[in-house]
T-cell receptor, first 113, second 114 residues
Framework: QKEVEQDPGPLSVPEGAIVSLNCTYS??????FMWYRQYSRKGPELLMY????GNKEDGRFTAQVDKSSKYISLFIRDSQPSDSATYLC?????????????FGKGTKLSVIP | DAGVIQSPRHEVTEMGQEVTLRCKPI?????LFWYRQTMMRGLELLIY????????DSGMPEDRFSAKMPNASFSTLKIQPSEPRDSAVYFC????????????FGQGTRLTVV
C-alpha cells in the first residue's frame, strides 16, 4: 500500500460545479498536508498548505484535513475551465534530521464550459 | 525572479549513454530537491540537498544515478549509463527551508531513453 493514495480520475465536471478531491494516507507521522496543481507539461505549483487537522480557505478553494481518519480533501467552488489540471495531494513530516514528503499520483480534473 | 530553471527541457538519448540534467534554484533558497514523475509511480523524491549538502538520497533508484550541488546556484542529476526505464519527467524544486511546504518547481526535463 502506498503511503498516500489518490484516485487518478479523470474527473470531468461542468463549469460552476463544486469539485471534491480526496486523498487518504497511512503514515500517522505526517504533519503537513498540501495540495499542488499541475498544468499539462508544467511543474507542480503549491495551491494550499495546512498543518495538522482543520480547514483552510483561500478564495474558491478549501482544504480539509482529518487526521483521525487520515483523510484530506480539496474543494473547489464555482469551478472554472482554468481549473482544469492535475491536482496532487502531498503529505510531509520532519524529524531525526531528515524530511519526508510523499505525493499522491494526482487526479486529473477537466472543467467543461 | 525567473523561478527554478531546468535544462534541457527535452532530452532523447540512446540506451547506455550518459545523461546530465541541470538545475538553477531560486536565489536565496537553501533547499533543493530532485523528483521523477511517471504515470505508473507518480511523483517520487530522488534526493534533496540542504545548504548544498545531500541530506537524503534514499530515493535514488540505483548507483547509475548521482546528484551534485557544487554551489548554491547549481545542481546536476546524472544518469550513467541510461536505460529505457529511466524515461520520465525529472523535476527540480527549491525552497527557503528544508520542510518544503512552499517548494517551487521548475518546468521539468522530459527524458526519453531509446
Amino acid at each position: 500500500q502506498k503511503e498516500v493514495e489518490q484516485d487518478p480520475g479523470p474527473l470531468s465536471v461542468p463549469e460552476g460545479a463544486i469539485v471534491s478531491l480526496n486523498c487518504t494516507y497511512s503514515n500517522s507521522a505526517f504533519q503537513y498536508f498540501m495540495w499542488y496543481r499541475q498544468y499539462s507539461r508544467k511543474g507542480p505549483e503549491l495551491l494550499m498548505y495546512t498543518y495538522s487537522s482543520g480547514n483552510k480557505e483561500d478564495g474558491r478553494f478549501t482544504a480539509q484535513v482529518d487526521k483521525s481518519s487520515k483523510y484530506i480533501s480539496l474543494f473547489i467552488r464555482d469551478s472554472q475551465p482554468s481549473d482544469s489540471a492535475t491536482y496532487l495531494c502531498a503529505c510531509a513530516y520532519s524529524g531525526a534530521g531528515s524530511y519526508q514528503l510523499t505525493f499522491g499520483k494526482g487526479t486529473k480534473l477537466s472543467v467543461i464550459p | 525572479d525567473a523561478g527554478v530553471i531546468q535544462s534541457p527541457r527535452h532530452e532523447v538519448t540512446e540506451m547506455g549513454q550518459e545523461v546530465t540534467l541541470r538545475c538553477k534554484p531560486i536565489s536565496g533558497h537553501n533547499s533543493l530537491f530532485w523528483y521523477r514523475q511517471t504515470m505508473m509511480r507518480g511523483l517520487e523524491l530522488l534526493i534533496y540537498f540542504n545548504n548544498n549538502v545531500p541530506i537524503d538520497d534514499s530515493g535514488m533508484p540505483e548507483d547509475r544515478f548521482s546528484a551534485k550541488m557544487p554551489n548554491a546556484s547549481f545542481s546536476t542529476l546524472k544518469i550513467q549509463p541510461s536505460e529505457p526505464r529511466d524515461s520520465a519527467v525529472y523535476f527540480c524544486a527549491s525552497s527557503f527551508r528544508e520542510w518544503n511546504t512552499e517548494a517551487f518547481f521548475g518546468q521539468g526535463t522530459r527524458l526519453t531513453v531509446v
